[in-house]
């Protein structure tokens, strides 16, 4: 039956399409030069059409930004999430600023210059001095913005780790993460994954001391302003920690241990009472009302920060999430104090 | 060099014994460089069409994400039963609609094409230096594109580990399904298409060194062998290097060495690797995929810069810059692959260095735009379909080529990394670009291939459906991007916070489909006009190359009598005589390469 609805579909397609090139044939008068290049007649058109391009998009561009900046995520997060914030809007600023100017000289060019009878075109093929104006400049300012750009990158790449860092393993699995605190001793346990036994799911070294105290939980807990160090961990394939809201991302590597820092500047509390995040939640909890999928208690949103793999891991690459939990020193101490140590775990079982 | 190698040329054509070629030397296996671009450029499209039809399973499946569409069930098979996508299928798709769309339809179907049909029409040669080489390298391309389908018939699904095939996911069955056999034949499908690809640019290299006309200097080149030519270089330089990382993926996969990969625990034990890096595959990998990007992108630039000139009647401007623009690319694009793994766990000064690399790249190619709206400048625009592709390449490339200074800034990459930011940055720059410069080449040289005109009204509706649906994709693309948005998601609704981006998604989605079904008039008229189109004039824009002063039918050895000796650059549009008065042939605004210096004409200093 479906087999039968495709061909009829597919005839039917045919038939328009022939069809549509028979109304271009009729709409042509009788005597109009069928040549197939373009006539005067053509290139006033297609000149004036070039026009009209110009007014969609720049009209898609003004919509674009108008209605759909809003998704560029919130600010004051973290340490560096204002410096970040900042060198991209320069650099947005900038590209939209040639954009528009260039868009503006090509299409307009297109218009003005559209063929028309008698009409000669200037013999021009070369002029040293525009070539060196347009090499130049581009020159200074990406030399501006690159200098710009490494002062931020070593910035945030070149994490000091200092007695009050937290130092957290973010370890990786196909489909989840987990952390792991380093405990009292302030040191991560040595682990591998040929350790990985029953409960020990993150092959800690038993036999290490500084493993004992080691916490190991499905959320990430941070506490608010302080500087914190994270080492990478998988245990099969590539994934990718990406912390948006942060700024920070990097490769989970097998066989490998990968870093990056940030320190946390907003609450989970206060960034879900800002601005930003009440009207963006109230909108998403709007959609959600009128979406049948959805259970009732799925219905109500609440604003988490969230860490989310970025590189492609297997099949259920687009539901690995870890929630995270920015709070205050105190909140932070209550809520580890609770948590099992691996020594816990592991005589327990 | 071309001088000697010429009488030796003439000699040995149409004075032997000459006999009727049969169906299968003509077409099948013909050792013609004309119908050798005819076998690439209808290989390309075929696989284009599948390429495309890709994405749209995609983009249904991203603006639906939790409803049942019977073409899934249809398409897809079991993948697809009852009509719900399955998300290993979904990753398959994106995989291979990346793998065919770059190497299948941008590389071979555009390099491919023009490279075989251009090199020796231009540059005033009877064929290729090697017609058997070419021969086989477009069937080797045959044999791998027919690998490269089959893979969707095979039980577990075909690769998908995204296009760039990163271990260990490439690398372990239990990892995903598709890397057991379907990863195997993607393997041996590129393996094959890389000696195509050898086999190809070595032999255009060879042809542009040796087969010169006389007279035809490498300065009196036009721009489209320039870009050729460069292109097959970085190709034999880069492509190796691909070679040699999926030989040792291979080893990896099938005799237990650790090239790639380490420590890994994968569905309940421990895998005996040890002391390989992923990361290394990663540098192997963009060794040839960033010149990969220019593989692509520099033939669409060198067929605008040839048809933009022609249709504005005026000569192509700052021809030297132009040059040294393309080399400078072309060096610049094998120092910069790092910038692909600013987040992949590398040194961090190394990224410092990829990123003064990677945006000094941005000044050739803004003299290259620059120069291409100065020869618009003043034209007297002739704008037939190809010239406007050629005009919208330009249009795209500035709007794509702007976002990548955002995305090759090491520090703002870290939070773009890997979203639609980047999806919407490579599409247009590359994606978009590049295919508007494959469809510019084919209504421009259709009449020299197929000896018919295509349908320009048709060729018009096609450009501005394509145009608007274009930038309807992707512009908004752009910000879902920078709302973190991550690519390779099969769906985004296990995220709440995602959920006031499926509007903009559905808008990018119908887009697509819009823009799609555009390209179906394109279909229409290219097979309509092989049969019935409006015979082909020998020059029907008017233009300089040589190749327009072959006979419309097409012949073996291309010039029925002597080669045609060159006496100038291929840009002399609208030049006047001394005087100023008219033009230096009277009432012709164009010179072919083959007209001797006038005498009312200043020579210009090439």
Redesign the interface.
């Known amino acids: 039956m479906?087999a039968l609805l495709?061909i009829i579909v597919a005839a039917l397609?045919g038939i328009t399409?022939?069809q549509?090139?028979k109304i271009?044939k009729l709409s042509?008068p009788i005597e109009s030069d069928?040549?197939?290049?373009?006539t005067n007649k053509?290139?006033q058109k297609?000149?004036k059409?070039?026009l009209i391009?110009t007014v969609?998009?720049y009209g898609?561009?003004i919509y674009?930004f108008w209605n759909?900046?809003k998704?560029?995520?919130p600010g004051g997060t973290s340490t560096h999430t204002d410096d970040?914030d900042q060198?991209?809007f320069i650099?947005?600023g900038?590209?939209m600023f040639?954009?528009v100017i260039?868009?503006f000289?090509?299409?307009w060019?297109?218009y003005k210059?559209?063929?028309?009878e008698g009409?000669?075109?200037?013999?021009?093929?070369?002029?040293d001095k525009?070539?060196f104006i347009?090499?130049i400049i581009?020159?200074i300012t990406?030399a501006a913005?690159?200098i710009y750009?490494?002062f931020?990158?070593?910035e945030?790449?070149?994490v000091e780790e200092t007695d009050d860092t937290l130092v957290v393993e973010i370890y990786a699995?196909?489909f989840d993460w987990r952390a792991r605190y380093s405990g009292e001793d302030k040191t991560l346990g040595e682990a591998?994954?040929?350790f990985?036994e029953g409960v020990n799911q993150l092959?800690l070294n038993e036999s290490d001391p500084y493993a004992k105290d080691d916490i190991i939980t499905n959320e990430l807990h941070l506490p608010v302003d302080r500087p914190v160090l994270f080492k990478?961990r998988s245990?099969?394939?590539?994934h990718?920690a990406?912390f948006?809201?942060f700024?920070?991302?990097?490769?989970v590597?097998?066989?490998?241990t990968?870093q990056f820092g940030f320190t946390p500047t907003t609450t989970s509390k206060e960034i879900r009472n800002s601005e930003y995040m009440v009207e963006?939640v109230k909108?998403?909890n709007e959609?959600?009302k009128n979406n049948d999928?959805l259970d009732s208690d799925e219905k109500n949103?609440e604003?988490e920060y969230?860490l989310?793999?970025?590189?492609?891991?297997?099949?259920?690459?687009?539901?690995m999430?870890m929630k995270i939990v920015v709070e205050t020193e105190e909140e932070y101490q209550n809520w580890i104090a609770e948590q099992q140590t691996f020594g816990e775990l592991t005589a327990q079982n | 060099m071309s001088v000697a190698a010429q009488p030796l040329a003439n000699d040995h054509v149409h004075e032997d014994g000459h006999h009727e070629p049969t169906f299968i030397e003509k077409y099948i296996f013909s050792t013609d460089h004309k119908m050798i671009a005819k076998q690439y450029l209808i290989s390309g499209l075929i696989m284009g069409f599948i390429g495309i039809a890709m994405s749209m399973l995609m983009r249904l499946q991203l603006a639906w994400p939790n409803e049942s569409f019977w073409i899934y069930e249809v398409l897809l098979g079991r993948f697809g039963e009852d009509g719900v996508m399955d998300p290993s299928i979904y990753l398959a798709l994106s995989t291979i609609h990346g793998t065919i769309m770059i190497f299948y339809v941008l590389t071979a179907g555009l390099s491919g094409t023009f490279s075989n049909l251009l090199i020796p029409l231009q540059i005033g040669a009877r064929d290729m230096a090697s017609g058997f080489m070419n021969m086989l390298s477009f069937w080797l391309f045959f044999v791998s594109c027919v690998i490269i389908v089959s893979s969707f018939f095979v039980e577990a699904g075909p690769a998908s580990s995204g296009w760039t095939v990163y271990p260990p996911l490439s690398a372990l069955p239990q990892a995903i399904g598709g890397s057991g056999l379907g990863m195997t034949l993607w393997l041996v499908a590129i393996t094959i298409f890389i000696a195509s690809s050898l086999l190809g640019s070595l032999n255009y290299i060879v042809t542009v060194l040796n087969l010169r006309t006389e007279g035809m200097t490498m300065t009196r080149l036009p721009l489209t062998i320039w870009a050729f030519f460069v292109t097959a270089i970085i190709g034999v330089v880069s492509f190796p290097v691909l070679l040699a990382a999926g030989l040792l993926l291979l080893m990896d996969r099938s005799f237990g060495t650790s090239f790639f990969l380490s420590d890994i625990y994968i569905q309940g034990e421990v895998l005996s690797y040890q002391g390989g890096s992923p990361v290394l595959y990663e540098h192997l990998f963009w060794f040839l995929g960033h010149p990969e990007v220019y593989i692509v992108l520099l033939p669409a630039l060198g067929i605008t810069s040839e048809i933009i000139a022609t249709n504005s009647r005026k000569p192509i401007f700052g021809y030297r810059a132009m040059i040294a623009s393309i080399l400078a690319i072309a060096f610049l694009s094998t120092v910069v692959w790092g910038h692909h793994m600013f987040v992949s766990g590398m040194n961090p000064f190394l990224g410092s260095v990829f990123t003064f690399t990677t945006l000094l790249i941005a000044i050739p190619s803004g003299v290259k735009a620059f120069n291409y709206i100065t020869t618009l400048w003043k034209g007297n625009l002739q704008l037939n379909p190809g010239m406007l592709f050629s005009i919208g390449l330009v249009s795209t490339f500035v709007t794509g080529g702007l976002t990548g200074i955002i995305l090759g800034d090491s520090t703002l990459d870290i939070n773009v990394h890997d979203t639609y930011f980047v999806i919407a940055h490579f599409h247009l720059v590359m994606g978009i670009s590049a295919l508007y410069g494959l469809f510019a080449g084919i209504y421009h040289w259709f009449p020299k291939m197929f000896g018919r005109m295509m349908n320009k009204n048709l060729g018009y509706v096609h450009f501005w459906i394509t145009a608007v649906g274009a930038y309807g994709i992707f512009f908004p693309m752009h910000f879902i991007g920078m709302a973190g948005l991550p690519r390779r998601y099969y769906k985004f609704t296990e995220f709440p916070y995602f959920d006031d981006l499926a509007d903009t998604n559905i808008l990018i989605s119908v887009f697509a489909f819009i823009t799609a079904g555009a390209q179906l008039f394109f279909v229409y008229n290219f097979i309509h006009s092989i049969f019935y189109g409006k015979k082909a004039e020998q020059n029907p824009w008017k233009s300089n190359t040589l190749e327009w002063t072959t006979p419309v039918k097409h012949i073996h050895g291309n010039w029925p009598g002597e080669i045609p000796k060159v006496y100038r650059w291929s840009y002399d549009y609208s030049k006047m005589n001394k005087e100023d008065t008219d033009y230096i042939i009277a009432g012709q605004d164009f010179v072919p390469q083959n007209v001797p210096i006038q005498e009312n004409e200043e020579e210009m200093n090439e």
């Open positions: 479906t495709i397609l399409i022939w549509i090139s271009f042509q069928d040549s197939q290049i373009a053509d290139n297609q000149g059409i070039f391009f969609f998009l898609l561009m674009s759909l900046s998704f560029y995520l970040y060198l991209f650099s947005l900038l590209i040639v954009q260039i868009q000289l090509i299409h060019f297109a210059y559209r063929g028309k009409q000669k075109a200037l013999f021009y093929a070369d002029n525009l070539e347009w090499t581009p020159v990406l913005l690159i750009g490494l931020s990158w070593s945030i790449m070149n699995y196909q591998n994954v040929r990985i092959g990478f245990q099969d394939v590539l990718s990406y948006p809201f700024r920070s991302q990097m490769n590597v097998p066989g490998m990968t963006k909108n998403i959609i959600r999928n949103y604003f969230y989310l793999c970025n590189k492609i891991c297997g099949v259920s690459h687009y539901n999430q």
